[in-house]
Structure formats: structure tokens, C-alpha cells
């Protein structure tokens, strides 16, 4: 199986602040990377797909890069209802894996 | 829009087989694409790839699982069933049916998780 790794596990952050999360890969998984945001007591959400595609209707204040094993996902401008846990997970390989999670908390 | 919802007992006694169905709208199940998944979330905890149908039927499991599961499709009734037999409390999570999206291009495939349906808690206790 092919684990995925998130750093950091958690971050204080304030509103209007750059947030950097940060996804690796233990093989190369070009660029079948995907992020999703999950809400206490709700569903994950898509938000990013092969590594940097933005899903329809997801602000642009969100971003995805990398490829191989190492990928980012980006929040330029922290917003009130982007506090949240945040996935990645890969698409590579059967079975499919997901990252531990980053927690994005109110500073 | 293709909304998916789970349904199923809340609560399955250990050693007994925990069974859930995921009944989708807005599109049909009996089209190729799509993968229609299982993924479950023990509480407080990450996410787990369960395994997932394809409407020819064919199915991959998660290997940790794949002794105690079985995903079947019902194409008259456009729904998706799970089936994990022997439960303990280690079972006790919230699943979610899911549709993996493939979209294949220039020798690659790539696929991703939406929509989820909202999620069922399963508690496994005597």
C-alpha cells in the first residue's frame, strides 16, 4: 500500500493568513494526487484533483502542486469558514490511501 | 446532480454481519466512469478505503478487509450494497458510500471522491 504523510498534523492559523499543508507520497505518484476539507459532523468535500485541478465551484484561494511524492495544498487568504480538517489521497494504486489529516485551527 | 444517501442498522451486534445500502439519484448506476465505493471513518479518526463496484460488477477490496466484505449492485433499484461479516467494535465507524469519478485521457486515468453521501454511524455493541 502507498502511505501517505501530512505535515503538520495540526496549525493555528488567523484569518487572512497563507496556509501551507503539506501531503508526501512513500512512491512516486505522478500527479494522482487529491484534497478534500472535512467539517465536524460532515462528509469530506473535494476541493483539489490531480494535484492542482480546482473542483467546480471550490474558491481560488485554494491550490494544489506538486508531483511524484511530494505535493501542497495552498490557502492564500484564510477565511472563518475554512477551518476545517483537511485530507490528502492518492489515486495511484488500489487500495486507495489517504493522509492522517491536518487540522487547520483558529489562532 | 447525483446525490447518494446510505441506509442501514445503526447498531450490529459483534460477530454479526453489518449491512448497508447507498441509494443514488440524479444518474444512473449502470454507467461506466465510475466507481462506486466504500470508504469508513472510525470516530475521531482518519479515512479508510473500504472497495469499490463497477457497474459490470467486477469489485476490488480493500486487502485488510477483503475476507470479511462483499459490495454488490441492485441496477433496478440504483443502489449499492455493503456487506462486512464478522464485527467487532474495531468496525464501530461512520461509513460513507462515494462515487470515484475516472476520467481517462492520453493513456492516463484519473479519478477522485465526489460526491460522498452524508454518512451512517455504525455502532457494533452487545
Known amino acids: 500500500d502507498i502511505q501517505m504523510t501530512q505535515s503538520p498534523s495540526s496549525l493555528s492559523a488567523s484569518v487572512g493568513d497563507r496556509v501551507t499543508i503539506t501531503c508526501r507520497a512513500s512512491q512516486s505518484i505522478s500527479r494522482y494526487l487529491n484534497w478534500y476539507q472535512q467539517n465536524p459532523g460532515k462528509a469530506p468535500k473535494l476541493l483539489i484533483y490531480?494535484?492542482?485541478s480546482l473542483q467546480s465551484g471550490v474558491p481560488s484561494r485554494f491550490s494544489g502542486s506538486g508531483s511524484g511524492t511530494d505535493f501542497t495544498l495552498t490557502i492564500s487568504s484564510l477565511q472563518p469558514e475554512d477551518f476545517a480538517t483537511y485530507y490528502c489521497q492518492q489515486s495511484y494504486s488500489t487500495p486507495r490511501t489517504f493522509g492522517q489529516g491536518t487540522k487547520v485551527e483558529n489562532k | 446532480q447525483v446525490q447518494l444517501q446510505e441506509s442501514g442498522p445503526g447498531l450490529v451486534k459483534p460477530s454479526q454481519t453489518l449491512s448497508l445500502t447507498c441509494s443514488v439519484s440524479?444518474?444512473?448506476?449502470?454507467?461506466?466512469?465510475?466507481?462506486w465505493t466504500w470508504i469508513r471513518q472510525h470516530p475521531g479518526k482518519g479515512l479508510e478505503w473500504i472497495g469499490y463496484?463497477?457497474?459490470?460488477?467486477?469489485?476490488y477490496y480493500n486487502p485488510s478487509l477483503k475476507s470479511r466484505v462483499s459490495i454488490s449492485l441492485d441496477t433496478s433499484k440504483n443502489q449499492f450494497s455493503l456487506k462486512l461479516s464478522s464485527v467487532t467494535a474495531a468496525d464501530t465507524a461512520v461509513y460513507y458510500c462515494?462515487?470515484?469519478?475516472?476520467?481517462?485521457?492520453?493513456?492516463?486515468?484519473?479519478?477522485?471522491?465526489?460526491?460522498w453521501g452524508q454518512g451512517t454511524l455504525v455502532t457494533v455493541s452487545s
Open positions: 462515494v462515487r470515484d469519478t475516472q476520467e481517462c485521457s492520453g493513456g492516463s486515468c484519473w479519478g477522485w471522491f465526489d460526491p
Open positions: 490531480a494535484a492542482s
Open positions: 463496484i463497477y457497474y459490470s460488477g467486477g469489485t
Open positions: 440524479g444518474g444512473s448506476i449502470n454507467s461506466g466512469g465510475y466507481y
